[in-house]
């Protein structure tokens, strides 16, 4: 039996594997969202998808643009679900003033990380992210590719 001491880690929803492909990810942080109940439904099973969303900042408030959320089939019939409706995301104050100063600078943009449950509230981890060069995404691909060798030759020594 379990006891209620021990926090399990939290599960994954959603991953943006294209930010880390085209950002240098330089500081993170976890922020709250405003859901309806609808939603959270959907993301009960696993229907969400970050790749071409961003973050926002307007009047103090961070804002997902373009996250969606495909509702389910059993939606409910008086609500018309909207799979790309902008969220509010919830951070301190002070948080919010930090990354409202980074993101004037050049170069800095807040990208979606993961959606993911903690103590069953729906989370999502931004970025403070600096656009790569062409180059530097080259790079990425070389590494990868050098690792996925790596693996390779290792397994097959293995046998």
């Known amino acids: 039996m379990a006891s209620k001491d021990k926090k399990s880690p939290p599960s994954r929803i959603a991953e943006n594997k294209r930010a880390f492909f085209n950002y240098f990810i330089e500081e993170r942080y976890?922020?709250?969202?405003?859901?309806?109940?609808?939603?959270?439904?959907?993301l009960r099973s696993g229907k969400a998808q970050l790749t071409d969303a961003y973050v926002v900042i307007r009047d103090g408030e961070l804002f997902l643009i373009g996250g969606q959320i495909n509702p389910l089939k059993s939606a409910s019939t008086h609500v018309r679900p909207e799979p790309d409706r902008t969220k509010k995301l919830l951070l301190h104050k002070d948080e919010i003033k930090r990354?409202?100063?980074?993101?004037?600078?050049?170069?800095?943009?807040?990208?979606?990380?993961?959606l993911y449950w903690k103590n069953g509230r729906v989370k999502c981890e931004i970025a403070l992210a600096k656009g790569k060069a062409e180059y530097d995404k080259r790079n990425t691909i070389k590494e990868r590719e050098g690792k996925r060798e790596v693996e390779r030759a290792m397994k097959s020594r293995q046998r």
Do not use: D, F, I
């Open 30 to 42: 976890e922020a709250g969202m405003v859901l309806y109940g609808w939603e959270v439904k959907a």
């Open 99 to 114: 990354l409202v100063g980074k993101v004037e600078q050049k170069g800095y943009t807040l990208v979606p990380l993961h």
